[in-house]
T-cell receptor
Framework: DGGITQSPKYLFRKEGQNVTLSCEQN?????MYWYRQDPGQGLRLIYY???????QKGDIAEGYSVSREKKESFPLTVTSAQKNPTAFYLC?????????????FGPGTRLTVT | QQQVKQSPQSLIVQKGGISIINCAYE??????FPWYQQFPGKGPALLIA?????SEKKEGRFTISFNKSAKQFSLHIMDSQPGDSATYFC???????????FGEGTQLTVNP
């Protein structure tokens, strides 16, 4: 897991509530990513950010929002518009220095919405 | 065209055997092919990666074989051990781009 912190490890929310998942890194990496993992579906990209104050939608951005105000932090908000929010959420970082392409993953947050 | 197809979905191997996981891609622009290993409740970790200028890369018991013309690559785990039991993901990306596309994952179980 290295220098990537995701908190909390388990999160429970009632349907209709927004919830924010934290991702902090001390690796000085430029790029940060949010993935959603569901059984049998691999890792699906929600949002990513290559530099501070800039981010792009991934494949399944609907119902989610992000911000990148600091290099170290990339919080993900799961809004009430996300129809099926229960999943394992993974944050990843990447150095962003040209040919270096290794993504480092955090330990994940398991979100359960009832 | 961005998809990466991975098979099998699950694999059971006896200790000491060879585990083989396959992936296929469509986008010919992909030039970076990593494999990730994930243990239950943990984030994935990079296991080994290859670029298309070589057809094979070996690191310990783990080998990637790459077939550019067939647009396929595979992970071979030699002398599989119970500690290798995990979910394995292949992925593909473009070096000049900013994202990886992941396969669906393979759950490997190595029986003692």
């Amino acid at each position: 897991d290295g220098g990537i912190t995701q908190s909390p490890k388990y999160l429970f929310r009632k349907e209709g509530q927004n919830v924010t998942l934290s991702c902090e890194q001390n690796l000085n990496h430029d790029a940060m990513y949010w993935y959603r993992q569901d059984p049998g579906q691999g890792l699906r990209l929600i949002y990513y950010s290559q530099i501070v104050n800039d981010f792009q939608k991934g494949d399944i951005a609907e119902g989610y929002s992000v911000s990148r105000e600091k290099k170290e932090s990339f919080p993900l908000t799961v809004t009430s518009a996300q129809k099926n929010p229960t999943a394992f959420y993974l944050c990843a970082t990447e150095p962003g220095h040209g040919l270096i392409y290794e993504q480092y993953f955090g330990p994940g947050t398991r979100l359960t919405v009832t | 065209q961005q998809q990466v197809k991975q098979s099998p979905q699950s694999l059971i191997v006896q200790k000491g055997g060879i585990s083989i996981i396959n992936c296929a891609y469509e986008n010919t622009a992909f030039d970076y092919f990593p494999w990730y290993q994930q243990f239950p409740g943990k984030g994935p970790a990079l296991l080994i990666a290859i670029r298309p200028d070589v057809s094979e890369k070996k690191e310990g018991r783990f080998t990637i074989s790459f077939n550019k013309s067939a647009k396929q690559f595979s992970l071979h785990i030699m002398d599989s051990q119970p500690g290798d039991s995990a979910t394995y993901f292949c992925a593909a990306g473009v070096t000049s781009g900013s994202r990886l596309t992941f396969g669906e994952g393979t759950q490997l179980t190595v029986n003692p």
